[in-house]
């Protein structure tokens, strides 16, 4: 792993996993009946956690890694014909981050972001492939359904947290979850 990337030195050479003070990120086990109080511990002490038995398909996680690379390896002046509106912060397309002043130096300050699914993503993805419709429709079509995955996750860590805590997740965040279809914003970077 390329230094920018590390956050206090490289991953162990054992096992592959982020190290941070010579200690490993937490994993938590979705599956685990405390994943709740272990979500908390790690929360509390670290800020950070991995997620195993999550229930997203590994071949779905697959795809979506495919289609970014494909993404992100397209030359730079065809992902520049999808960019964000530079005034558009929650726009779908290429672009700078908001974030990126915080990280001049590094790789990931460029992304492509994906605010809904449908046709904004559909009009990007046009830009793209201009002349290739299967792999356009591909790219919206595995995108979709892993923002959709991703959701699903993301409100059940969500939940977890908020149990941890002793808070009602139904009655504190109805804006949690306004819609149930899925629509959301997910960022490949």
Known sequence: MPESHSWNGPATKEDNLPVI?????PIIDLADPRADELIRNACEKW?????????????LLAQAENQTMKLFSLPADRKIKAARAPSSHGGTG?????????????????????????SPLMEQAIKLWPDHEQDRTTFCNVLAEYQKEMKVLAEK????????LGIC???N????????????????G
């Open 21 to 25: 003070h010579e200690q490993q990120v």
């Open 47 to 59: 800020g950070v956690f991995r997620v195993i038995n999550h229930g997203i398909p590994l071949d």
């Open 157 to 164: 860590l969500i939940s977890l947290m908020m149990n941890s």
């Open 169 to 171: 997740l139904e009655e």
């Open 94 to 118: 290429y672009g700078l981050l908001p974030v990126s002043p915080m990280y001049p130096d590094q790789p990931w300050n460029k992304g492509f972001s994906i605010m809904s699914t449908g």
């Open 173 to 188: 965040f109805k804006w949690l979850n306004p819609n149930k279809n899925g629509d959301g914003g997910q960022y490949l």
